[in-house]
């Protein structure tokens, strides 16, 4: 089944390279939710509490973030709603990274959860868009394995940076490579659907 459903999303144009750039993101977001908490008590010395406090306060803004990529996912599309997300996540990835205060990396850090809700759930949508409602369950199927089957490699990466630097900083440049890659893999151009032959 999963290699029938491979084959099929060959054949929808441009599904395949946004599986492979949401795979790359995905592992980035993957970092983001593993290790905020970690980068936050080792680089602006959160206590226990504060860093609780700072996940419910990031979802929260995640939560806001989804219903509001709803309504940008309604004007402009799932594909360009995933994009100009990613975007803005890699900018205020790069703002965590050099944050110099904790003022600053909670104002980067409430904010990329705002981007965060739109990506997830606007990668969702754009699949259910362009999966031919037969190969539908197929296809997510796909979508679901292809997002868990590399989901070691950022945290991987990221421990052995911050192990070989011993500077916690450094661990999340991967957030920024696996965005970065993401887009350009993404493209400007998103999925159409699949012609199916007259018989």
């Given at each position: 089944?999963?290699?029938?459903g491979f084959k099929?999303?060959?054949?929808?144009?441009?599904?395949?390279?946004?599986?492979?750039?949401?795979?790359?993101?995905?592992?980035?977001?993957?970092v983001v939710f593993?290790?905020?908490?970690?980068?936050?008590?080792?680089?602006?010395?959160?206590?226990?509490e504060k860093v609780?406090?700072?996940?419910?306060?990031?979802?929260?803004?995640?939560?806001?973030?989804?219903?509001?990529?709803?309504?940008?996912?309604?004007?402009?599309?799932?594909?360009?709603?995933?994009?100009?997300?990613?975007?803005?996540?890699?900018?205020?990835?790069?703002?965590?990274?050099?944050?110099?205060?904790?003022?600053?990396?909670?104002?980067?850090?409430?904010?990329?959860?705002?981007?965060?809700?739109?990506?997830?759930?606007?990668?969702?949508?754009?699949?259910?868009?362009?999966?031919?409602?037969?190969?539908?369950?197929?296809?997510?199927?796909?979508?679901?394995?292809?997002?868990?089957?590399?989901?070691?490699?950022?945290?991987?990466?990221?421990?052995?940076?911050?192990?070989?630097?011993?500077?916690?900083?450094?661990?999340?440049?991967?957030?920024?490579?696996?965005?970065?890659?993401?887009?350009?893999?993404?493209?400007?151009?998103?999925?159409?659907?699949?012609?199916?032959?007259?018989?």
């Open positions: 089944r999963l290699v029938e099929i999303i060959l054949k929808i144009p441009g599904l395949f390279r946004f599986m492979v750039a949401r795979m790359l993101y995905t592992d980035g977001l993957t593993a290790f905020a908490g970690i980068y936050a008590a080792k680089v602006f010395n959160f206590p226990q609780i406090i700072f996940a419910i306060s990031v979802n929260l803004f995640c939560g806001v973030g989804a219903i509001l990529g709803g309504f940008l996912e309604h004007r402009i599309g799932p594909f360009k709603t995933i994009r100009f997300s990613l975007i803005s996540l890699l900018i205020l990835g790069i703002g965590i990274l050099v944050a110099p205060s904790e003022v600053w990396f909670w104002t980067f850090a409430l904010l990329v959860g705002i981007f965060i809700g739109p990506v997830q759930s606007s990668s969702r949508s754009l699949i259910a868009r362009y999966a031919p409602n037969e190969h539908r369950a197929q296809i997510f199927g796909f979508y679901m394995f292809a997002g868990k089957s590399t989901s070691f490699v950022g945290p991987a990466i990221y421990g052995w940076l911050v192990m070989i630097t011993e500077i916690e900083r450094a661990g999340m440049l991967i957030v920024i490579v696996f965005f970065t890659a993401g887009i350009i893999i993404l493209g400007s151009k998103g999925p159409s659907r699949l012609k199916m032959s007259k018989t």
